[in-house]
T-cell receptor, first 113, second 112 residues
Framework: GAGVSQSPSNKVTEKGKDVELRCDPI?????LYWYRQRLGQGLEFLIY????????KSGLPSDRFSAERTGESVSTLTIQRTQQEDSAVYLC???????????FGPGTRLLVL | QKEVEQNSGPLSVPEGAIASLNCTYS??????FFWYRQYSGKSPELIMS????GDKEDGRFTAQLNKASQYVSLLIRDSQPSDSATYLC????????????FGPGTSLSVIP
């Protein structure tokens, strides 16, 4: 079936604006992860969902970041009042079960001017 | 101590040589271990998963797991320039609740 999809693929926004990033996981995958990757850096864990609940929100950098998942399917990551340091690639991954292989989407490249 | 540690590199090997990538983890009860490859500008993709002590081979790749030493490695035989990438080790942490933790990655450069 289809892989993990993310939209938009690229987003340019002005400092202070809100942005919403979307992730469509592989059908049937119960676990969904959000990561941030700055240029030349490693994966930075943000949040993960088991079904529609988020057991671990510890990676969210500030209260400007929030995420939700509905119907054990699509997830949205919202960044309010964007800052230049939010510029990065935001990656979404899903897995059938938490302890199994994660499949990554192509990412959303966010640039905050 | 970080939960998953890797040498950051860069690791440089000549074409045709064996590349050895290492990873250590802190959670003694971890059960699932993964190696991902990430090319520059691309998303990570799975190379291998390993769940039992010992070696697991897939083509030119061999994963080795030693739970007693909390150590997992990836060997790449007959390294090719196309193997140049960042290699990410991931471990399923089982304390409190299940969660897969990624290491910082090791950058590999295969020199023609």
């Amino acid at each position: 079936g289809a892989g993990v999809s993310q939209s938009p693929s690229n987003k340019v926004t002005e400092k202070g604006k809100d942005v919403e990033l979307r992730c469509d996981p592989i059908s049937g995958h119960t676990a969904l992860y959000w990561y941030r990757q700055r240029l030349g850096q490693g994966l930075e864990f943000l949040i993960y969902f088991q079904g529609n609940s988020a057991p671990d929100k510890s990676g969210l950098p500030s209260d400007r970041f929030s995420a939700e998942r509905t119907g054990e399917s699509v997830s949205t990551l919202t960044i309010q009042r964007t800052q230049q340091e939010d510029s990065a690639v935001y990656l979404c991954a899903s897995s059938r079960l938490v302890e199994e292989t994660q499949y990554f989407g192509p990412g959303t490249r966010l640039l905050v001017l | 101590q970080k939960e998953v540690e890797q040498n950051s590199g860069p690791l440089s090997v000549p074409e045709g040589a064996i590349a050895s990538l290492n990873c250590t983890y802190s959670d003694r009860v971890s059960q699932s271990f993964f190696w991902y490859r990430q090319y520059s500008g691309k998303s990570p993709e799975l190379i291998m998963s390993i769940y039992s002590n010992g070696d697991k081979e897939d083509g030119r790749f061999t994963a080795q797991l030693n739970k007693a030493s909390q150590y997992v490695s990836l060997l790449i035989r007959d390294s090719q320039p196309s193997d140049s990438a960042t290699y990410l080790c991931a471990v399923n942490r089982r304390t409190s609740y299940d969660k897969v933790i990624f290491g910082p990655g090791t950058s590999l450069s295969v020199i023609p």
